[in-house]
């Protein structure tokens, strides 16, 4: 019960209207990143087909979680464009083309941590729990519906 709540709380921050983009975790947590980002680059590569997807992302990736990221996407076969500030111009949105931002946070007193993906502006969310040195999921990828 007591995950189900903390759970709960942390997802709440999806649906927040400002999400302060970026990685909330301290440089040394340099595992706990790429693990989260294996995950995530898995969970995409079945989500959309590397070959036919361009990436780009919507804010600076110079953390840990970022750089493997792109490394496991571009691995993948997928086309991603770094952020870059000085190009302010809408990127149009297709099945083809996606626009990422994302949120790397955590609980230190329950041992969760929290990735969230802003996928074309829609939240999509796992939670991890940290035990015996080991990062697991506490959950499912959750994904907002309007």
Do not use: F
Not at 28 to 52: G, I, R
Not at 100 to 120: E, G, K
């Amino acid at each position: 019960m007591r995950y189900i709540l903390i759970v709960s709380l942390l997802l709440v921050g999806c649906a927040t209207n400002t999400p302060y983009y970026g990685n909330y975790l301290k440089p040394s947590e340099v595992a706990v990143n790429k693990e989260m980002a294996v995950d995530t680059a898995k969970q995409l590569s079945a989500t959309y087909s590397p070959a036919a997807t361009r990436i780009d992302l919507k804010q600076p990736a110079s953390d840990e979680y970022g750089g493997t990221l792109i490394k496991l996407l571009r691995a993948k076969g997928y086309a991603v464009a770094e952020y870059n500030p000085a190009n302010t111009k809408a990127t149009s949105i297709t099945n083809q083309h996606i626009n990422l931002q994302y949120i790397i946070d955590q609980v230190p007193t329950a041992n969760l941590y929290r990735t969230t993906l802003l996928i074309n502006n829609q939240p999509l969310s796992r939670v991890y729990t940290a035990q015996n040195g080991a990062l697991r999921p506490a959950g499912a990828w959750v994904k907002r519906s309007d």
